[in-house]
């Protein structure tokens, strides 16, 4: 399984990004897929989660500015993020897993190479 994490970019606050992961194979419908960040210094943390039947999650911060969705059809799973803070400022990654919720990292399987976000005030 590869997962190719691509969108990011330097933007201002307010601003608004969509982050696409393309994964190889039809993983999309049989995996749970996520999105998760890690800014310098600090942790990776979850940002959002979609199941096959299109149940979401997403952690507190990003609950009403951030949308994750998929096509299944391009075996791909996008993020779209809105009104963006300098505190989003992080790389982001995509993420393939076996069970859900996939904000519990021993859930993942498989990691994209991360594309970097950064939001200028």
């Known amino acids: 399984v590869q997962l190719q994490a691509s969108g990011g970019g330097l933007v201002q606050a307010g601003d608004s990004l969509r982050l696409a992961c393309a994964a190889s194979?039809?993983?999309?419908?049989?995996?749970?897929m996520g999105w998760f960040r890690q800014a310098p210094g600090k942790e990776r943390e979850f940002v959002a989660g979609?199941?096959?039947?299109?149940?979401?999650d997403y952690e507190d911060s990003v609950k009403g500015r951030f949308t994750i969705s998929r096509d299944s059809a391009k075996d791909t799973v996008y993020l779209q993020m809105n009104s963006l803070k300098p505190e989003d400022t992080a790389i982001y990654y995509c993420?393939?897993?076996?069970?859900?919720?996939?904000?519990?990292?021993?859930?993942?399987?498989?990691w994209g190479q991360g594309t970097q976000v950064t939001v200028s005030t």
């Open positions: 194979g039809r993983i999309t419908d049989a995996y749970v």
């Open positions: 979609i199941i096959w039947n299109d149940v979401t």
């Open positions: 993420a393939a897993g076996h069970a859900w919720p996939i904000r519990t990292l021993r859930n993942v399987d498989y």
